[in-house]
């Protein structure tokens, strides 16, 4: 079990250049090979140790050259300029996986992940509907994406589909959507009607509370 205390409460964001429903959520290659994407949250309650981080942003963006659990990932942080000294160095915390116990999120994302690129910090506008599967997150200057829901191909109409993951190490449920991203970051690349996974989640050093 992992010594330090810490929590992310919060509204939780997946897209990535794949088909709809993440080939990663049921151990299968990506639709293209490989994956390029980003996770972002908007943290309603948090902290590390003694450092609080209710109301912070932030998001990830990734390339991966073949499925993920092949590794050689890089990744580029991108933080809530609003963030502290003290605040960023506590989502580092987290994010390095040291402070979480073996085969939780940021724990694998560690083990995977071989290149870094230096973070940037960026004012943030996140808004986020899940059961209305409307959802959009600006890193202003960096990051862009928006998702709605997928639509019926003969109707035009919404269509719904949830994913569930009872033993999840990401979320435990997820409504899936339909996402545009735009990232001119570290990691550029640029998709149109990809996948979208929208979830509240919780998560503990130990994994997801919820």
Same mark, same amino acid.
Request: charged fraction near 20%.
């Given at each position: 079990?992992?010594?330090?205390?810490?929590?992310? /409460?919060? /509204?939780?964001?997946? $897209?990535?250049?794949?088909?709809?429903?993440?080939?990663?959520?049921?151990?299968?290659? @990506?639709?293209?090979?490989?994956?390029?994407?980003?996770?972002?949250?908007?943290?309603?309650?948090?902290?590390?140790?003694?450092?609080?981080?209710?109301?912070?942003?932030?998001?990830?963006? +990734?390339?991966? =050259?073949?499925?993920?659990?092949?590794? $050689?990932?890089?990744?580029?942080?991108?933080?809530?300029? !609003?963030?502290?000294?003290?605040?960023?160095?506590?989502?580092?915390?987290?994010?390095?996986?040291?402070?979480?116990?073996?085969?939780?999120?940021?724990?694998? +994302?560690?083990?995977?992940?071989?290149?870094?690129?230096? =973070?940037?910090?960026?004012?943030?506008?996140?808004?986020?509907?899940?059961?209305?599967?409307?959802?959009?997150?600006?890193?202003?200057?960096?990051?862009?994406?928006?998702?709605? @829901?997928?639509?019926?191909?003969?109707?035009?109409?919404?269509?719904?589909?949830?994913? +569930?993951?009872? /033993?999840?190490?990401?979320? !435990?449920?997820?409504?899936?959507?339909?996402? $545009?991203? !735009?990232?001119?970051?570290?990691? =550029?690349? /640029?998709?149109?009607?990809?996948?979208?996974?929208?979830?509240?989640?919780?998560?503990?050093?130990?994994?997801?509370?919820?």
């Amino acid at each position: 079990m992992a010594a330090s205390d810490w929590r992310l /409460e919060g /509204e939780w964001m997946k $897209n990535c250049s794949c088909a709809f429903g993440c080939p990663c959520d049921f151990n299968a290659r @990506p639709t293209q090979g490989y994956c390029k994407g980003l996770v972002a949250m908007r943290i309603a309650k948090g902290h590390f140790e003694g450092t609080r981080l209710d109301g912070l942003c932030f998001a990830i963006t +990734v390339d991966f =050259p073949g499925p993920l659990h092949e590794g $050689n990932g890089t990744i580029q942080p991108i933080i809530d300029e !609003r963030a502290t000294a003290e605040q960023r160095q506590a989502l580092f915390d987290i994010f390095s996986g040291k402070h979480s116990a073996e085969g939780t999120l940021f724990q694998i +994302v560690s083990m995977i992940v071989t290149k870094i690129h230096d =973070p940037v910090f960026v004012p943030f506008e996140f808004s986020f509907d899940k059961d209305g599967r409307i959802a959009r997150l600006l890193a202003r200057g960096v990051l862009e994406t928006d998702v709605e @829901p997928i639509k019926n191909p003969v109707t035009g109409d919404p269509h719904r589909i949830q994913v +569930v993951m009872p /033993e999840g190490f990401e979320h !435990r449920a997820a409504e899936v959507a339909s996402a $545009n991203i !735009r990232s001119t970051g570290a990691i =550029p690349f /640029e998709t149109r009607g990809t996948h979208s996974s929208l979830a509240n989640v919780v998560q503990t050093p130990e994994g997801v509370a919820a």
